[in-house]
């Protein structure tokens, strides 16, 4: 015989799946609210490790900064000293320039003319002074670029004062200074010395003992000697020097 089910089976069953459908739809929050709580640690944890890393630069930035600073400093001082170097060894390089300097202010002013006043500045060399007429003042520039420790000479002025003295025109000469190619002491390397220096030591030389004594050769009132004579060692071209300076020196107004 069959058997017939007259409960409402349906009904209990819809139920249970309705049952399984909301623990299912619980289990899904639940499993979805710990992945976003894992999310939200993960995220805080990457937050955190940026931040620290973001300090720990910052750190390092500022460190650099004040290295960056020290080294400008360094680099501040270390200009300063070779600057001052620089000077130290341009004042040793051109510690016998000024005397060679005024020893050609000597040699090379004429008879009519005088210094009253000279400026140097670097390796420019400004000369002012009186002088009898533009004739002198042509000779001086002439002496002056003939020189081996003085250049170029430029004619500043030139005027004349229409006064009584013995030197009426004023005059101003701008002098680029020069040095010497061979720049040695003498003896150096062991030879003899040669050119301008020879003849500053055969003329600064005394004379054998059966001859008379020399004139000094140059004098310290800014007219050359007159009477100065050469060494019979002496170049050519010293004694033409000093012949000139005689004419030149006899001739006073």
Not at 44 to 50: K, V
Not at 56 to 77: F, G, H, M, P, S
Not at 121 to 137: C, E, H, I, K
Not at 196 to 214: G, L, N, R, V
Request: aromatic share 6%; charged share 20%.
């Amino acid at each position: 015989m069959a058997h017939i089910n007259l409960l409402p089976w349906r009904a209990e069953r819809r139920k249970q799946r309705e049952r399984e459908f909301y623990m299912q739809l619980a289990a899904a929050f639940v499993a979805a609210l710990g992945v976003l709580l894992l999310w939200g640690f993960w995220m805080g944890q990457r937050i955190d490790n940026q931040n620290e890393r973001n300090t720990y630069l910052q750190t390092e930035i500022t460190d650099l900064d004040a290295r960056i600073a020290k080294i400008k400093d360094l680099e501040l001082v270390r200009a300063h000293l070779l600057a001052r170097k620089q000077i130290i060894e341009q004042l040793q390089a051109d510690r016998s320039q000024m005397v060679h300097l005024f020893d050609e202010l000597v040699k090379t002013i004429p008879a009519s003319a005088r210094l009253s006043g000279l400026k140097q500045s670097g390796q420019d060399l400004s000369l002012d002074g009186v002088a009898q007429s533009n004739a002198s003042v042509a000779e001086y520039m002439r002496n002056i670029e003939a020189s081996q420790w003085m250049g170029h000479a430029d004619l500043r002025k030139t005027e004349n004062s229409h006064d009584a003295s013995r030197m009426p025109y004023t005059f101003g000469l701008d002098v680029a200074l020069s040095r010497p190619k061979a720049d040695e002491p003498d003896g150096a390397d062991g030879s003899a010395p040669t050119g301008p220096a020879a003849a500053s030591s055969t003329s600064a030389s005394p004379a054998p003992a059966a001859s008379a004594p020399a004139a000094p050769a140059k004098t310290m009132t800014g007219t050359p000697a007159s009477t100065a004579k050469p060494a019979a060692a002496a170049p050519a071209n010293a004694g033409t020097k000093a012949a000139n300076a005689t004419a030149t020196g006899g001739t006073k107004p």
